[in-house]
């Protein structure tokens, strides 16, 4: 990891509802039900039941979301009209120790 990505993800985590939204992420059973269609949480959650739980306008929820995907925070699964977002553990992982370094 190098600094300039470090860095993105800093600005991504910077907001109390995105900093929300990834610990919703880290146990999805625990906060939203399972898609109607797919009923588990193996390529994460539906964006819909993110944006319902937090409350707040869909637009912003997007881009909320769309910028954590793009610093690497999220993957994106679409499946027909339905996209889903779950926590890039990997990268996470490499964050963390980038910080304690």
């Not at 964006?47 to 881009?63: M, N, P, R």
């Not at 994106?76 to 490499?94: A, D, F, P, V």
Request: glycine share 4%; with cysteine; charged share 25%.
């Amino acid at each position: 990891m190098n600094l300039k990505t470090a860095t993105e993800i800093g600005k991504c985590l910077s907001n109390q509802t995105r900093v929300q939204i990834m610990e919703w992420l880290k146990e999805p059973e625990k906060h939203f039900p399972p898609h109607e269609t797919l009923k588990h949480f193996n390529d994460g959650v539906c964006v819909t039941y993110i944006q319902e739980k937090a409350g707040l306008s869909q637009s912003t929820i997007s881009t909320y979301l769309t910028n954590m995907e793009k610093c690497g925070l999220l993957i994106s699964t679409r499946h027909g009209k339905w996209s889903y977002l779950k926590r890039n553990e990997e990268l996470i992982e490499k964050y963390c120790h980038f910080l304690k370094n």
